[in-house]
């Protein structure tokens, strides 16, 4: 059965609670939710509602009072929009005295037979003290289903829940004032298949009937977050925190104004009827409400320390990513430029630390990459990276072998490749943060389950291995998305790889104490010889013992997988490409720390191992001094799947890391598989062997080396004679043609930062 069911609420209340007043709130039972809930009495509706009477009813704001009793039985039955209801949702808040029978009608209709009147329709509440299911037809009651038996002497106050369903009507029985469940009860009818709804009472004491709320069948729910699992938060005003001293709520954030509660759904309920005020925050446990340490260091500005800044106070979200990134851009403004380098699919900013000191132009040496967290909720992957941004730039000028690197290296830092998905996991729910931000299921808000897993992403051999890898389902954690690419941080990454050509790189992840190198695809044969087994295992040497006491561990692959940043990088521009799997995923603070510090080895050994070699560093240009854009072929290292590793568009320049030591020769080939250029080189351990390359005519520019792996920018100015550029995106590429951002179609417009191969309606 996949209908959604009406809902219908109806409290009813003794003359005395009617001049009390109303409650304050309209709230409903626990688990569910009455901003889906139509009402039709309640103290938002201001106009009385036509209503099908018997007895001496009249309706004042929030409440319907019955101020007459009939021996013969009373009711109210509402005469409004979406009735008559044939399948449907009851739900009730009734006070009633103890000896008389009372409960909500539905599927109800009133028959007159010349001055006799007659009701028919099924009545769910207690009679003579037991809570039933009953269809009452005229002056003849049946009972269809009998349960426990309501324990109060004069004054009950009952909360029932009804669904109807063609000839089924369930039903669940609240306590009106704890909310503590008193039963269920389940029947099967088919005399009365519609009618309206409403009260019924039969007994010898008034009652009031607070509130009528109904939800009509296959009404769609509106776009909005949803809480998961058992706890609800709910915002409060601080200063009316007393209130809730004797309900089941912990107080798991503060501020001057507004305080967050923990409860459960009952909880919730209670909370909602003393304060009305209160507002539900759908959040389900995130960092921000679990971690107190988090709250701390978030409500402060960066804290500096004498020799950078605080980076181990807690974790950290995109704001205070940003934040600190930019602190030490402007603290260390020789070292350390910021950039942003794109967009994620939400908007949010994705921030690199550039990193170099020294006199050699920073474009004139090779380039390296750090990068983390392209899992959001993979919190130390990204306080991995950050640890490398800052320690860089506090020991550019202090430790000599810091100084070094960042002399002879540019380093590229980007901590927080997902963005999107750590906010979510940080703010929003802890069952979410993994995959990106992308609304894959099209109900306009961030759900647990939406999203992109980014490293399934990337464009080489993406979903090559099936199933078994990635995933086509957008539910599952390993979606890989609807196409190699697809997702704007995933180009992101790839326009900056395509302009800088990093010579090394490191992506940082957790749990499972190993270094992963390329190619992870067992289908994917491995250049050979391989230079990338002996680099990982130099990382895993210079990390050394991790906080299990174990160290890094070499591998080739965890399980199967494609669709991964590292091999795109080997791929499409022959970088010794890493992934480092830290030992533990978001532990308490120390041992973080303990970690984060351990784990520095890694990218200190790959920087370490780039600028000792054996390797290449050299530039391609033509006769007259122009950079030359040209495939670079190393003779005595073989590819197998295609590669065509090119140098750098702007300035022809290249690098290759090798296998070993010893003579080379190194190739420029043209377009039409024919040699350019050639030149033996002597490769020894003192580093980087320096190749200079010219050729005797133009060869045309590109910054695209194979279209199946270039991001969507580098392939559409390879097709205009252009260079790739690292920053913010220019253009979509829709029905095999490039498309200037923001160009307006009948179809939408381009935005790339939402989704570069489609027309957007942003």
Same mark, same amino acid.
């Given at each position: 059965?996949?209908?959604?069911?009406?809902?219908?609420?109806?409290?009813?209340?003794?003359?005395?609670?009617? !001049?009390?007043?109303?409650?304050?709130?309209?709230?409903?039972?626990?688990?569910?939710?009455?901003?889906?809930?139509?009402?039709?009495?309640? !103290?938002?509706?201001?106009?009385?509602?036509?209503?099908?009477?018997?007895?001496?009813?009249?309706?004042?704001?929030?409440?319907?009072?019955?101020?007459?009793?009939?021996?013969?039985?009373?009711?109210?039955?509402?005469?409004?929009?979406?009735? *008559?209801?044939?399948?449907?949702?009851?739900?009730?808040?009734?006070?009633?005295?103890?000896?008389?029978?009372?409960?909500?009608?539905?599927?109800? !209709?009133?028959?007159?037979?010349?001055?006799?009147?007659?009701?028919?329709?099924?009545?769910?509440?207690?009679?003579?003290?037991?809570?039933?299911?009953?269809?009452?037809?005229?002056?003849?009651? /049946?009972? =269809?289903?009998?349960?426990?038996?309501?324990?109060?002497?004069?004054?009950?106050?009952?909360?029932?829940?009804?669904?109807?369903?063609?000839?089924?009507?369930?039903?669940?029985?609240?306590?009106?004032?704890?909310?503590?469940?008193?039963?269920?009860?389940?029947?099967?009818?088919?005399? @009365?298949?519609?009618?309206?709804?409403?009260?019924?009472?039969?007994?010898?004491?008034?009652?009031?009937?607070?509130?009528?709320?109904?939800?009509?069948?296959?009404?769609?729910?509106?776009?909005?977050?949803?809480?998961?699992?058992?706890?609800?938060?709910?915002?409060?005003?601080?200063?009316?925190?007393?209130?809730?001293?004797?309900?089941?709520?912990?107080?798991?954030? $503060?501020?001057?104004?507004?305080?967050?509660?923990?409860?459960?759904?009952?909880?919730?309920?209670?909370?909602?009827?003393?304060?009305?005020?209160?507002?539900?925050?759908?959040?389900?446990?995130?960092?921000?409400?679990?971690?107190?340490?988090?709250?701390?260091?978030?409500?402060?500005?960066?804290?500096?320390?004498?020799?950078?800044?605080?980076?181990?106070?807690?974790?950290?979200?995109?704001?205070?990513?940003?934040?600190?990134?930019?602190?030490?851009?402007?603290?260390?403004?020789?070292?350390?430029?910021?950039?942003?380098?794109? !967009?994620?699919?939400?908007?949010?900013?994705?921030?690199?630390?550039?990193?170099?000191?020294?006199?050699? #132009?920073?474009?004139?040496?090779?380039?390296?990459?750090?990068?983390?967290?392209?899992?959001?909720?993979?919190?130390?992957? @990204?306080?991995?990276?950050?640890?490398?941004?800052?320690?860089?730039?506090?020991?550019?000028?202090?430790?000599?072998?810091?100084?070094?690197?960042?002399?002879?290296?540019?380093?590229?830092?980007?901590?927080?490749?997902? *963005?999107?998905?750590?906010?979510?996991?940080?703010?929003?729910?802890?069952?979410?943060?993994?995959?990106?931000?992308?609304?894959?299921?099209?109900?306009?808000?961030?759900?647990?389950?939406?999203?992109?897993?980014?490293?399934?992403?990337?464009?080489?051999?993406?979903?090559?291995?099936?199933?078994?890898?990635?995933?086509?389902?957008?539910?599952?954690?390993?979606?890989?998305?609807?196409?190699?690419?697809?997702? #704007?941080?995933?180009?992101?990454?790839?326009? @900056?790889?395509?302009?800088?050509?990093?010579? /090394?790189?490191?992506?940082?992840?957790?749990?499972?104490?190993?270094?992963?190198?390329?190619?992870?695809?067992?289908?994917?044969?491995?250049?050979? +010889?391989?230079?990338?087994?002996?680099?990982?295992?130099?990382?895993?040497?210079?990390?050394?013992?991790?906080?299990?006491?174990?160290?890094?561990?070499?591998? $080739?692959?965890?399980?199967?997988?494609?669709?991964?940043?590292?091999? &795109?990088?080997?791929?499409?521009?022959?970088?010794?490409?890493?992934?480092?799997?830290?030992?533990?995923?978001?532990?308490?603070?120390? $041992?973080?720390?303990?970690?984060?510090?351990?784990? $520095?080895?890694?990218?200190?050994?790959? @920087?370490?191992?780039?600028?000792?070699?054996?390797?290449?560093?050299?530039?391609?240009?033509?006769?007259?001094?122009?950079?030359?854009?040209?495939?670079?072929?190393?003779?005595?290292?073989?590819?197998?799947?295609?590669?065509?590793?090119?140098?750098?568009?702007?300035?022809?320049?290249?690098?290759?890391? =090798? *296998?070993? /030591?010893?003579?080379?020769?190194?190739?420029?080939?043209?377009?039409?598989?024919?040699?350019?250029?050639?030149?033996?080189?002597?490769?020894?351990?003192?580093?980087?062997?320096?190749?200079?390359?010219?050729?005797?005519?133009?060869?045309?520019?590109?910054?695209?080396?194979?279209?199946?792996?270039?991001?969507?920018?580098?392939?559409?100015?390879?097709?205009?004679?252009?260079?790739?550029?690292?920053?913010?995106?220019?253009?979509?590429?829709?029905?095999?043609?490039?498309?200037?951002?923001?160009?307006?179609?009948?179809?939408?417009?381009?935005? +790339?930062?939402?989704?570069? &191969?489609? &027309?957007?309606?942003?």
């Amino acid at each position: 059965m996949t209908r959604a069911l009406p809902l219908l609420l109806c409290l009813i209340a003794s003359p005395a609670q009617a !001049k009390a007043g109303p409650e304050a709130v309209e709230s409903g039972v626990p688990a569910l939710d009455p901003r889906d809930e139509t009402p039709i009495v309640a !103290k938002a509706v201001a106009k009385p509602v036509a209503a099908e009477t018997a007895g001496a009813w009249s309706q004042q704001p929030g409440q319907v009072v019955l101020d007459k009793v009939e021996k013969a039985g009373a009711w109210w039955l509402a005469a409004h929009g979406e009735g *008559p209801l044939q399948d449907g949702f009851v739900r009730g808040r009734i006070a009633f005295d103890g000896k008389d029978a009372a409960g909500l009608a539905v599927r109800a !209709k009133v028959e007159r037979i010349d001055k006799l009147t007659f009701f028919h329709g099924y009545v769910v509440g207690p009679s003579k003290g037991r809570l039933e299911i009953r269809r009452v037809q005229g002056g003849a009651s /049946t009972t =269809l289903a009998a349960g426990a038996t309501v324990g109060c002497k004069s004054t009950c106050s009952l909360e029932i829940a009804v669904w109807m369903v063609g000839p089924h009507l369930a039903a669940q029985f609240f306590d009106g004032e704890t909310l503590k469940p008193l039963g269920s009860l389940v029947a099967s009818d088919a005399a @009365l298949p519609s009618g309206l709804f409403g009260v019924r009472h039969q007994g010898g004491q008034p009652m009031a009937c607070r509130g009528l709320w109904v939800r009509k069948a296959n009404t769609p729910l509106p776009p909005r977050a949803g809480a998961l699992g058992r706890m609800r938060y709910l915002a409060v005003p601080a200063g009316q925190l007393a209130v809730l001293d004797d309900l089941d709520t912990k107080v798991v954030s $503060r501020s001057e104004s507004e305080a967050i509660v923990q409860t459960g759904s009952a909880g919730k309920e209670a909370v909602l009827r003393r304060l009305p005020e209160a507002r539900e925050v759908f959040a389900d446990e995130p960092l921000s409400f679990r971690d107190a340490s988090f709250r701390a260091a978030a409500a402060k500005p960066v804290v500096p320390t004498p020799t950078g800044f605080v980076t181990d106070a807690s974790y950290k979200d995109p704001a205070m990513t940003e934040a600190l990134l930019r602190a030490y851009a402007q603290r260390f403004p020789k070292v350390a430029q910021l950039v942003e380098i794109g !967009k994620s699919r939400q908007g949010r900013s994705i921030w690199a630390l550039k990193l170099h000191h020294g006199g050699q #132009p920073e474009d004139a040496v090779p380039q390296v990459l750090i990068n983390g967290a392209h899992h959001g909720v993979e919190l130390a992957a @990204l306080e991995f990276a950050i640890d490398g941004c800052a320690y860089l730039a506090e020991h550019a000028e202090t430790d000599p072998e810091v100084s070094d690197w960042l002399q002879r290296l540019t380093v590229w830092c980007v901590p927080l490749v997902n *963005p999107d998905g750590n906010h979510l996991y940080v703010h929003v729910s802890k069952h979410g943060g993994r995959k990106n931000g992308r609304d894959t299921d099209g109900n306009g808000r961030p759900d647990p389950t939406d999203g992109v897993d980014l490293n399934r992403n990337y464009p080489y051999r993406w979903h090559t291995l099936g199933e078994g890898a990635s995933h086509s389902d957008p539910r599952r954690a390993w979606y890989r998305g609807p196409r190699a690419g697809s997702e #704007p941080e995933t180009q992101t990454m790839l326009r @900056l790889a395509d302009d800088r050509r990093f010579l /090394t790189s490191v992506s940082f992840h957790t749990q499972a104490n190993a270094i992963l190198v390329p190619y992870t695809i067992p289908q994917a044969p491995d250049p050979e +010889p391989n230079e990338a087994w002996s680099i990982a295992e130099a990382m895993a040497q210079r990390a050394g013992p991790q906080v299990n006491g174990r160290h890094f561990t070499v591998k $080739r692959r965890l399980y199967p997988v494609d669709g991964v940043d590292q091999d &795109w990088h080997r791929a499409a521009h022959g970088t010794s490409a890493f992934l480092v799997e830290g030992t533990l995923t978001n532990p308490g603070m120390e $041992r973080l720390r303990k970690m984060v510090v351990a784990t $520095r080895g890694t990218w200190m050994g790959l @920087l370490q191992r780039t600028l000792a070699g054996p390797g290449l560093w050299g530039r391609v240009r033509d006769s007259q001094g122009r950079p030359v854009s040209a495939e670079i072929r190393v003779r005595q290292v073989a590819t197998k799947d295609g590669e065509r590793w090119t140098s750098r568009c702007q300035d022809g320049r290249f690098g290759r890391m =090798l *296998p070993a /030591t010893g003579s080379f020769d190194v190739d420029v080939v043209g377009a039409d598989g024919k040699t350019l250029a050639t030149q033996k080189v002597e490769v020894g351990s003192a580093g980087l062997a320096q190749v200079e390359l010219t050729i005797a005519g133009a060869q045309p520019a590109t910054s695209c080396s194979r279209a199946d792996l270039c991001a969507v920018d580098s392939l559409c100015a390879a097709e205009t004679g252009s260079c790739a550029v690292a920053g913010p995106a220019r253009f979509c590429r829709i029905d095999g043609r490039c498309v200037a951002r923001g160009s307006q179609s009948p179809a939408g417009r381009c935005n +790339p930062d939402r989704d570069p &191969w489609t &027309w957007s309606s942003t």
